[in-house]
T-cell receptor
Framework: GQQLNQSPQSMFIQEGEDVSMNCTSS?????WLWYKQDPGEGPVLLIALYKAGELTSNGRLTAQFGITRKDSFLNISASIPSDVGIYFC?????????????WGLGTSLAVNP | EPEVTQTPSHQVTQMGQEVILRCVPISNHLYFYWYRQILGQKVEFLVS????????KSEIFDDQFSVERPDGSNFTLKIRSTKLEDSAMYFCASSSQGYGANVLTFGAGSRLTVL
């Protein structure tokens, strides 16, 4: 089946540092979603991207829909302790007449105050 | 802000027992989903439900699993005879129609522990 390669798998950074993570695939996607999951909670949508090249911000978070439609990145600027959690990318691609959603394996972020 | 609510938050059961996990999706949403997340692993799709029928299911969703929308508000996942490997967090999600159908809103999850 289709796969999303999300990297890095984990990050340990100092408070105040910027963070970058990305998802890539060999398939073409028509929507990218970035979610954050706090420990013991369900994923919460951070940013949704719908067009190739789209660059969208949500506070200190910025995500882009890659121009090739095969990748997306999420940046977090000036990290703070509450940024700790697991970040998942998810993308929709067309499979025949159906639209399918697949998920990356997640990037675990730890922030040292 | 509208939210998806799930009950119970945690259930412990003996292997072979039936379990029903309940979800109340956002009221104007039309698409409903169940996902599973084994501890420390990725979010895995189980099933999607629209117009009172299953629209898609994964290979994980075998005959032990069933879903139901018994009334206008609840969406349930039943595991008929639980196995040890069913221990996981189960997340319900919903989405609206049209353009908003791309964005899933998740509940806080139900943790199932099978002993």
């Amino acid at each position: 089946g289709q796969q999303l390669n999300q990297s890095p798998q984990s990050m340990f950074i100092q408070e105040g540092e910027d963070v970058s993570m990305n998802c890539t695939s060999s398939s073409i996607f028509n929507t990218w979603l970035w979610y954050k999951q706090d420990p013991g909670e369900g994923p919460v949508l951070l940013i949704a991207l719908y067009k190739a090249g789209e660059l969208t911000s949500n506070g200190r978070l910025t995500a882009q829909f890659g121009i090739t439609r095969k990748d997306s990145f999420l940046n977090i600027s000036a990290s703070i302790p509450s940024d700790v959690g697991i970040y998942f990318c998810a993308g929709y691609y067309n499979a025949g007449n159906n639209r399918k959603l697949i998920w990356g394996l997640g990037t675990s972020l730890a922030v040292n105050p | 802000e509208p939210e998806v609510t799930q009950t119970p938050s945690h259930q412990v059961t003996q292997m072979g027992q039936e379990v029903i996990l309940r979800c109340v999706p956002i009221s104007n949403h039309l698409y409903f989903y169940w996902y599973r997340q084994i501890l420390g692993q990725k979010v895995e799709f189980l099933v999607s439900f629209y117009n009172n029928e299953i629209s898609e299911k994964s290979e994980i969703f075998d005959d032990q699993f069933s879903v139901e929308r018994p009334d206008g508000s609840n969406f349930t996942l039943k595991i008929r005879s639980t196995k040890l490997e069913d221990s996981a967090m189960y997340f319900c999600a919903s989405s609206s129609q049209g353009y908003g159908a791309n964005v899933l809103t998740f509940g806080a999850g139900s943790r199932l522990t099978v002993l």
